[in-house]
């Protein structure tokens, strides 16, 4: 498997990023509340810190992405999912949370709130045409398939 380096500066006193398990795709990610926890009520959202910033190579960018566990059990999601980071942004990586279930949460200091993958990318050419190839498909749209 081959590992891409990242510079990184962790300004928390929280771990780096790091996989939960070998074939993992995302890094976990925590919160770094030095003052103290974020109570997010139903519905509410706010910007975590992490004190984490990173320098990726180009053609890179960071996805982040939500918990599945913080999202079944609490309604905690990634606002902005998949957030990106691009390789040229060096300020601190921030996660934007919302609460979207039913009770108070509470995200505590060290916590691992969400995901952090690293992918790269290509960049587009338009090519303008005046019409596109066909498919079976063609312009079926949300539920095109059926509920079965």
């Keep these: 498997m081959e590992r891409l380096k990242v510079k990184i500066i962790n300004k928390s006193h929280n771990q780096l990023p790091e996989y939960g398990t070998f074939e993992a795709a995302g890094m976990d990610v925590r919160a770094w509340l030095p003052e103290g926890s974020v109570t997010l009520r139903p519905g509410?959202?706010?910007?975590?810190?992490?004190?984490?910033?990173?320098?990726?190579?180009?053609?890179?960018?960071?996805q982040i992405r939500p918990r599945s566990g913080l999202a079944l059990k609490h309604g905690l999601t990634v606002l902005n999912t998949p957030g990106t980071i691009d390789a040229d942004y060096r300020g601190e990586i921030g996660i934007i949370l919302i609460n979207l279930g039913e009770y108070d949460y509470e995200v505590k200091d060290g916590e691992?709130?969400?995901?952090m993958v690293v992918k790269s990318y290509s960049k587009v050419e338009w090519q303008p045409v005046e019409r596109l190839d066909r498919t079976e498909r063609e312009d079926g749209?949300?539920?095109?398939?059926?509920v079965d």
Excluded at 46 to 62: N, S
């Design 112 to 115: 691992r709130i969400c995901q």
């Design 141 to 146: 749209a949300f539920g095109h398939t059926g």
């Design 44 to 62: 509410q959202r706010a910007l975590i810190p992490t004190g984490l910033y990173i320098q990726l190579p180009r053609g890179y960018e960071c």
